[in-house]
C-alpha cells in the first residue's frame, strides 16, 4: 500500500481547482477534449536566492497517477455544485464522462533527488487535453513543496558540514500531510532522520527523538528527572539540559552518565534548546571531555536554519548534530517554489504538431514551446557542465549552441564529444506505470551524489554563481519566431 493509500481512503480525483474542471466541460462540449497536448511542469527561479534545487515528490505524483479516477461519490458531489443562474453548473452527461475517464497520457518526469534548475521540466505530460488539464493543480502541488523542502534541507545538511541534521518540524507543519511530506523531502534532500514516527513508518526513514522540558518539571530535581529517564530507556539517554541552567543540567547529564557506564550503557549526547549555543556549547563540550565523555554528542535545536548553523561553525560552536525544525518543515523564508504548468504543444490525430507559447510583458513568465527534454553535459571529473533544453521533435546536435532563454547575449558553446546524459524518464505510458519511483534513501543517496557534480561557487548561499542553462539553439529561434507571432510582428 502506498503512501496516499495509507494517508487518504477516498479519491484523491477532485483534489483539483474548480476551474479545471469548467474547462474540461467546454474542451467536452467543443469536440476538444481528446486532443492530443503536452504540458511542461518546471518553475521560474530557485528558492531562497539559491543557486539549485532539489526534485522531489515523484512518489507522490505516481501513486496519484496510478490511483486517478473519479467517482460516484466525486460526481455526487459536482452535480450540487450551481451555475450563476442556479442551475447545475455540470451537465450529467459531462459527469458520466469523468465517470468513464481512464488515464491514457505519457508522463515522463526527472528522478526524485536530481540537482535541477530554473526552465527545466520536472515533469512532462502528453495526452488527451482534458486528462492532462485536470492533472496540473496536483502534480503541482505535489512537486511544488516537496521540491522546496528537499531544497531547503539540502542547504542545511550543507551548512552542518556533515554533521547529522534531525528533521524536527512535525508540531509545527502546515497540517497532518504537510508534516509528514515534509519528513520526506527533508530526508531526500539529506537529514539523517526525522522525529515524525508515522514517516518513519511510511517511507522508512529513521526516527530520533530525546524527552520535553515537561519531563524534566515533572520531577522535583533535574537529576531526578534524567536518572528516571535513564533508569526507563537506558539505550536512548540524549538528556535535555535548558531546562532550569543549561551548564549545571550538562553536569546532572554527566552524574547519570557514570551511572549509565556503570550499567554497561551509553550516555548518548545532551540537547541545546535555547541560549547563546556557541558559548554554551563549547562550555558543555569541556565539562563533557573533562569527565570523560568525549564521545557524548551536542545536539543543538532552536530556530536554527542553514545560516544560523553556518554562523555557528565560523564561531566555533561545539555542537556534532542539529535538529532542525520549523525553518525547514514550513519553508520559513520562502514557503513556496514557483512552479507552473503551460501548454507546449497540441495536435489532431494524425496531423503535425502545433507548439504553442505563452507571451508575457514579463521575459521571465514567457513559456518555452515544444515536447521539451533536459540534456546534462558532464566533465571528464564527472562535474555539471551545463544543461540543454531541446525539443525531441527537432533534437539536437552533437556540438550544440546555448541560448540564456531570459538573455539572448548568454550562449554557451558544448563542444562535440561532450559526455551527457538526458533528465526526464518514462514514468507511464498510456497510463501505465513504467518502472518504479526511488524509494526515499535511494533518492536521498541520489541528492548526495548531484551535490558533489556542482561546483561550489554554485551551492554557496550569498550570490551564489548561476549554473548554465540554454535553450538549444534550434529551439531558441522556433520560440522567438512563436513569440514574434503572438505578438503580431515578423514571422
Not at 479545471?20 to 474542451?27: F, I, N, P, R
Not at 461519490?73 to 465517470?99: H, I
Not at 526552465?119 to 502534480?139: N, S
Not at 507543519?173 to 518513519?200: E, F
Amino acid at each position: 500500500m502506498g503512501a496516499l493509500d495509507a494517508l487518504f481512503r477516498p479519491s484523491l480525483s477532485l483534489l483539483t481547482d474548480l476551474y479545471h474542471l469548467t474547462m474540461a466541460e467546454a474542451a467536452w462540449k467543443s469536440g476538444i477534449s481528446e486532443r492530443e497536448a503536452v504540458f511542461n511542469l518546471f518553475f521560474r527561479a530557485n528558492p531562497f536566492r539559491g543557486g539549485f534545487s532539489i526534485a522531489c515528490g515523484l512518489t507522490y505524483v505516481q501513486e496519484y497517477l496510478q490511483r486517478f479516477r473519479y467517482s460516484e461519490e466525486d460526481t455526487a458531489y459536482l452535480r450540487t455544485l450551481p451555475g450563476n443562474d442556479g442551475q447545475p453548473l455540470f451537465e450529467r452527461e459531462f459527469l458520466d464522462y469523468l465517470l468513464s475517464m481512464r488515464l491514457e497520457c505519457d508522463v515522463d518526469a526527472v528522478p526524485e533527488g536530481t540537482v535541477v534548475f530554473p526552465h527545466e521540466p520536472l515533469l512532462r505530460i502528453r495526452g488527451p487535453m482534458a486528462q492532462c488539464q485536470v492533472l496540473e493543480t496536483p502534480l503541482l502541488n505535489m512537486v511544488n513543496f516537496q521540491t522546496l523542502i528537499a531544497t531547503k534541507a539540502a542547504r542545511v545538511c550543507r551548512a552542518a558540514q556533515g554533521d547529522p541534521v534531525l528533521e524536527f518540524g512535525l508540531r509545527r507543519a502546515q497540517g497532518i500531510d504537510g508534516a509528514v511530506t515534509a519528513s520526506r523531502a527533508a530526508y531526500v534532500g539529506g537529514c539523517a532522520a526525522t522525529s515524525n514516527l508515522l514517516a518513519g513508518k511510511l517511507f522508512d526513514i529513521p526516527v530520533r527523538g530525546t524527552h520535553a522540558h515537561s519531563w524534566v518539571m515533572c520531577f522535583e530535581t533535574e537529576l531526578e528527572a534524567f536518572q528516571a529517564y535513564a533508569q526507563a530507556l537506558p539505550n536512548n539517554c540524549v538528556f535535555l539540559v535548558d531546562t532550569y541552567d543549561t551548564l549545571e543540567g550538562v553536569r546532572n547529564a554527566v552524574r547519570v552518565g557514570r551511572w549509565l557506564r556503570e550499567q554497561g550503557r551509553k550516555l548518548i549526547g545532551v540537547r541545546l534548546d535555547s541560549g547563546d549555543l556557541a558559548y554554551l556549547s563549547t562550555e558543555a563540550r569541556r565539562i563533557l571531555d573533562q569527565a570523560g565523555f568525549a564521545d557524548a554528542v551536542i545536539l543543538a535545536s532552536n530556530d536554527l536554519d542553514e545560516h544560523i548553523i553556518k554562523s555557528l561553525k565560523e564561531q566555533g560552536a561545539a555542537i556534532g548534530a542539529w535538529g532542525v525544525g520549523t525553518k525547514l518543515a514550513t519553508a520559513y523564508d520562502q514557503p513556496a517554489l514557483g512552479g507552473v504548468y503551460k501548454l507546449a504543444a497540441v495536435r489532431e490525430a494524425g496531423k503535425p504538431w502545433q507548439y504553442r507559447v505563452k507571451v508575457s510583458e514579463q521575459a521571465l513568465k514567457t513559456s518555452t514551446p515544444g515536447i521539451l527534454q533536459v540534456r546534462r553535459f558532464i566533465d571528464a571529473d564527472s562535474a555539471f557542465v551545463a544543461d540543454a533544453i531541446y525539443d525531441t521533435e527537432c533534437g539536437i546536435v552533437d556540438g550544440c549552441a546555448l541560448v540564456d532563454p531570459l538573455d539572448s547575449t548568454r550562449r554557451r558553446s558544448i563542444p562535440a564529444g561532450t559526455s551527457h546524459t538526458d533528465l526526464l524518464e518514462p514514468l507511464m505510458r498510456g497510463g501505465v506505470p513504467q518502472g518504479v519511483p526511488l524509494a526515499a534513501g535511494e533518492a536521498r543517496l541520489r541528492a548526495q551524489q548531484q551535490l558533489e557534480g556542482l561546483h561550489a561557487g554554485i551551492k554557496r548561499f550569498v550570490n551564489p554563481h548561476q549554473y548554465p542553462v540554454g535553450l538549444e539553439q534550434t529551439l531558441y529561434d522556433l520560440r522567438t519566431q512563436l513569440i514574434l507571432q503572438a505578438r503580431g510582428g515578423d514571422s
